[in-house]
């Protein structure tokens, strides 16, 4: 962080511009790799802040990827209009883009993993949702795709960060936690569980098996190419659905 931010216009607009860049481009990632010196500790670190402060890792790769593609083909925009109006549309990209520029200005100090998971987080999760339901009107099959390439990065970052964080001291620079736990007496919940930790384990992995099931099950079947009426699990194709206010008669 920047500790001595300046409160001048031109330094302002340099803090706004470079928070921007920086919560969207992995600067933490790409230092290392340009500058030839990465090595394990500095590239999970760089991964580290890319997928828990920036607005791309809060999106996933899997799914930037399916946006730069979708927009460079321009899908889902011509197939599938959507129901909203276009004041509502205004006012959704007004909230999450004014909202964004609006929240770097207020904060004038300069971070290398930008401000995405702090000072505009509530654009950055508007953000995502928007990004999520272009996805939805994807054919089943990529959507399918994406979405379990969102998986596979979360769960690698969860487990990993399990892993590392039960067998090193290497995520806790500079040693804050041990301090906290040292000098103050608190108990995280991975020392307080002791002997169950492989029952949490199997628990959790059941509970995330479960979810990432029934997420691509729900991805395949209502996408539009595979599911075209909408229709739930065993709902009948001669039943009227109701779209955006209005009564859709089925097709015969």
């Not at 216009?9 to 790409?30: D, H, K, R, T």
């Not at 599938?80 to 109006?85: E, G």
């Not at 909230?95 to 520029?101: D, V």
Request: charged letters at 10%.
């Amino acid at each position: 962080m920047d500790d001595h931010a300046s409160l001048g216009l031109a330094s302002l607009v340099g803090a706004v511009l470079f928070n921007m860049v920086a919560s969207m481009v992995p600067l933490a990632l790409l230092h290392p790799l340009k500058s030839g010196t990465a090595g394990f500790d500095e590239l999970y670190e760089g991964l580290t802040s890319f997928y828990f402060s920036l607005l791309t890792g809060a999106l996933t790769l899997s799914l930037c990827v399916f946006l730069v593609v979708a927009f460079l083909r321009r899908r889902g925009a011509r197939r599938h209009p959507a129901t909203a109006s276009s004041v509502q549309w205004c006012a959704v990209w007004t909230f999450a883009i004014a909202g964004t520029l609006g929240a770097t200005a207020l904060h004038p100090a300069r971070f290398a993993h930008g401000c995405a998971h702090a000072a505009f987080f509530p654009s950055a999760v508007a953000l995502v949702l928007l990004a999520w339901g272009l996805l939805s009107q994807a054919p089943g099959g990529w959507a399918a795709v994406v979405c379990l390439g969102m998986v596979v990065e979360f769960l690698g970052m969860f487990w990993s960060h399990v892993l590392l964080a039960s067998t090193t001291r290497f995520l806790d620079d500079p040693n804050s936690n041990w301090n906290l736990k040292d000098v103050q007496g608190v108990v995280f919940l991975h020392d307080f569980i002791g002997a169950g930790k492989l029952v949490v384990v199997v628990v959790t992995v059941a509970v995330q098996a479960v979810l990432v099931s029934r997420l691509l099950r729900s991805v395949w079947q209502e996408s539009p190419s595979t599911n075209p009426l909408g229709l739930r699990p065993g709902e009948s194709r001669s039943r009227p659905r109701q779209s955006g206010g209005m009564i859709v008669a089925p097709l015969s």
